[in-house]
């Protein structure tokens, strides 16, 4: 028995919401170990739509304990927004299925105005505006306010002080009013009494859950094209988005990792700017976004679209050492003649088979594409492989030699139960 991480494998919006739930039926606990609500999951649940940006997936099933992690920036309005907003869908979060790790780093509404500020001024990275930078630029400063100081209002004032020191020079140097200490406290008083029955010492209770054979499955936001470290900086998000980050980001150790299960579409999208080599700003694009409702979650922004990048899916394969792919989308290839895949690049003359870490490079880089058959039959729907066209079959085997990784799941619909399962995870 294996506990699995579950991460993108792209630049996010990969289908991670209904894979995790797919899988969240095989499992105890879901963790969330990174990120803030700029990440966003649709869930499709017999036939009722489920949007989700900060709370794991699992906690449209009750039964399931879902749990977000110390990696994770929390805002507290936008959590309660979304109880609240589940609430009205007939599901219940209480403590019973929801625990927060008390260590969190909370993210408040000064973060989101400097964010803002970040987005509209001359050099634009393509955030969602939600202040998950800043928040993670005062943890890693040392002057955030987490979870656990709530309980504490009496010694939270120093601490306020402490991030204002740091926030209200950066104010005066924008030409902003200064923020005053009771303004944040304000802030904070009003949530504290509706998340802090959430708090946990998560670290300890998924360590117990994990020596009680509980399955573990870790949900990842974003994906690896997005980490801080080895995405395409700087257009990136402000956490690590790879695999190793489900231990850090929960306080369980690497050893706890059994599988990884990396997510990605039979095709290539993307949100926001930044390098995509890949990228069709053409009638192929537009078709790809029309047929598969290429719209931000959290945001609502059209993602940009274009054709497989194997070099890219190869080398988070290596970055997140991914044991198996779970292939989404593969429906909405249904149709074209040719499709391409990019299975090399080309820069300054020579041919490579990796992505460069410099972003000038990066934007220079040229697809080398192959091209191979499409199909007219459908796989819309297909729950078994011998659904599968005799051309899908080989494009997803193309896929798997080029990715050097097998294929262990494909999805050919937002429904979860078109999937189909060559490996399960749990048993690996």
Request: contains cysteine; hydrophobic residues 35%; glycine residues 10%.
């Amino acid at each position: 028995m294996a506990n699995v991480v579950v991460v993108g494998s792209q630049w996010g919006d990969e289908g991670k919401g209904k894979i995790v739930d797919w899988l969240s039926e095989q499992a105890d606990i879901v963790v969330r170990f990174q990120g803030g609500h700029n990440a966003g999951h649709t869930l499709v649940i017999d036939g009722k739509t489920y949007k989700l940006s900060l709370l794991p997936s699992g906690v449209a099933r009750s039964s399931k304990l879902s749990v977000i992690g110390n990696g994770v920036v929390l805002d507290p309005r936008a959590l309660c927004e979304e109880i609240d907003r589940l609430k009205g869908q007939g599901v219940a979060v209480t403590p019973d299925n929801l625990r927060i790790a008390e260590n969190v780093s909370l993210i408040l509404s000064l973060h989101g105005e400097l964010d803002t500020i970040r987005e509209n001024a001359t050099t634009r990275i393509g955030t969602t505006k939600r202040g998950i930078g800043p928040a993670y630029e005062d943890k890693v400063g040392r002057r955030a306010i987490r979870l656990m100081d709530l309980a504490d209002l009496p010694a939270l004032r120093p601490k306020i002080e402490r991030l204002l020191a740091h926030h209200n020079a950066l104010r005066r140097g924008l030409g902003l009013d200064e923020i005053a200490v009771q303004a944040i406290y304000d802030e904070l008083a009003q949530y504290a009494p509706r998340i802090l029955p959430y708090m946990d010492s998560v670290w300890s209770l998924l360590d117990d859950r994990r020596r009680e054979g509980k399955r573990i499955l870790f949900e990842g936001a974003q994906g690896a094209l997005l980490d801080v470290d080895h995405g395409t900086y700087p257009f990136v998000t402000s956490s690590n988005t790879v695999a190793a980050q489900a231990a850090t980001g929960s306080g369980l150790g690497p050893s706890a990792i059994g599988y990884v299960l990396g997510i990605c579409k039979a095709y290539t999208t993307r949100v926001g700017d930044g390098p995509f080599p890949t990228e069709q700003d053409n009638d192929i694009g537009r078709e790809l976004g029309r047929r598969g409702h290429e719209f931000g979650t959290v945001t609502g922004r059209p993602r940009r679209c274009g054709w497989f990048d194997a070099v890219l899916v190869r080398q988070t394969v290596r970055t997140s050492g991914i044991n198996g792919l779970a292939l989404t989308k593969l429906d909405i290839l249904d149709g074209f003649d040719d499709i391409k895949v990019c299975v090399r690049y080309r820069l300054d003359g020579r041919e490579i088979d990796y992505l460069p870490a410099s972003e000038h490079a990066q934007k220079r880089v040229e697809p080398v594409y192959e091209t191979i058959t499409g199909w007219k039959d459908k796989t819309a729907g297909a729950r078994s492989w011998a659904e599968l066209p005799a051309q899908a079959i080989k494009y997803v085997k193309r896929i798997e030699e080029l990715v050097e990784c097998p294929v262990a799941l494909l999805s050919t619909s937002p429904e979860r139960e078109d999937t189909i399962l060559m490996q399960n995870p749990f048993e690996t």
